[in-house]
């Protein structure tokens, strides 16, 4: 009798999940904290190697590139609004294509959202906690993860709009407190980088800030009570987080100078270590350090999202929730030997970390709506 009363919660709670709703509004904060991620950490350093004092430029193009991607995001979503992601790619590509199309995202997900994980154990055991083991780090962070994406979609964006107030005062207090040492005469001279460089940079900003916003077509637009004030949101969202990245790059290179900024590896946490006002307000670094853990959670929820329920999807099981746990699992174990260390990560970046995103977060949306379109003429 229990064991009846029980299962017929779950049923309901299950079905209550499944008619899950967020706002437009919760959607545009998820994407701007999902699009700052990882990037407010890491952009600085890679741009900046590659243009110097140019780089803030790379960003703004950044942003534009980001901007014809979010309409291509957006003209996807809306090809059945109705349905999820991977729900789409069976319509248009067939059942079986479809599904083979789908663990190939998970595969990216889970990958990607391992070094995610990497890159915090990393950051916290050599700039905060340097005598704990990094497994540590990463299996508190994973369960944290695991949490939330079992709680659901929606207390995930609730989430999402009570952290982003908490976001935006310690950003504004970062920006405040370091521009006292700002040297405009750092970002000059102005465009000395060549037309090679400056496309290779803008297209690295992009891969890391753009290409992967299509696993937001997970939740966009199925998932939102207004579609159409969500695609808006789409697009304000990636103008908001891109001018805050260029910021960033802007306050580090003219804090910091070219070479230590291009030479750190999280160079925006550099930047937070110079403030000092009076000296009595210092070394409070640790507000990017919340900062980045506000963003970088959204944004590895968002591929830890698509995995799982992109696994439901492909063993058309009823619910993803059961998912989570194993593949937490799995998340962080592939977290320890994605990289060996900083230097491989940083290496995978240059190198393969492009095309990789770049299948996945141009070339398969835009064959979406060319098969969409041919089979619409048929």
Not at 89 to 113: D, P, Q, R, Y
Not at 179 to 205: G, N
Not at 206 to 231: G, Q
Request: glycine share 4%.
């Amino acid at each position: 009798m229990a064991l009846a009363v029980l299962q017929d919660a779950d049923r309901r709670d299950v079905f209550v999940r499944s008619k899950e709703k967020i706002s437009a509004r919760q959607f545009s904060i998820l994407a701007i904290l999902f699009l700052i991620g990882t990037p407010i950490l890491i952009i600085p350093a890679a741009v900046t190697s590659i243009l110097k004092q140019d780089a803030w430029i790379a960003a703004l193009l950044g942003i534009a590139v980001g901007l014809l991607l979010t309409k291509l995001y957006v003209a996807v979503g809306n090809l059945h609004a109705e349905k999820s992601l991977f729900e789409t790619l069976e319509h248009v590509l067939g059942k079986w294509l479809g599904k083979a199309v789908t663990a190939a995202i998970i595969f990216f997900c889970l990958i990607t959202a391992s070094e995610v994980l990497f890159f915090i154990g990393n950051f916290m055991t050599t700039q905060i906690m340097r005598v704990t083991p990094i497994q540590a780090f990463n299996i508190l962070f994973a369960i944290v993860v695991v949490i939330g994406i079992r709680k659901g979609i929606e207390p995930l964006a609730r989430s999402a709009e009570l952290l982003f107030p908490v976001f935006v005062l310690l950003f504004i207090v970062l920006v405040v407190f370091v521009s006292p040492q700002i040297h405009m005469e750092r970002i000059q001279p102005v465009l000395e980088s060549d037309l090679k460089s400056m496309v290779w940079a803008t297209m690295y900003f992009a891969s890391v800030f753009t290409f992967t916003p299509f696993l937001l077509l997970t939740v966009f637009p199925s998932e939102i009570d207004r579609p159409k004030e969500a695609s808006k949101g789409f697009y304000r969202g990636t103008i908001i987080a891109g001018i805050v990245l260029v910021l960033i790059i802007a306050l580090c290179i003219t804090v910091l100078g070219t070479d230590m900024t291009a030479r750190q590896t999280y160079p925006s946490y550099a930047l937070a270590k110079k403030i000092n006002v009076g000296h009595f307000l210092q070394r409070i670094e640790i507000v990017m350090a919340i900062m980045w853990f506000i963003t970088i959670f959204f944004r590895i929820c968002v591929y830890f999202y698509a995995a799982v329920l992109g696994m439901k999807q492909l063993f058309n099981l009823k619910d993803y929730r059961s998912l989570a746990l194993p593949m937490g699992m799995l998340m962080v174990v592939l977290s320890l030997i994605v990289h060996p260390n900083v230097m491989h990560s940083e290496e995978y970046n240059r190198s393969e970390w492009l095309p990789f995103v770049a299948t996945y977060g141009f070339l398969l949306p835009l064959l979406l709506l060319i098969v969409h379109a041919i089979r619409r003429k048929q």
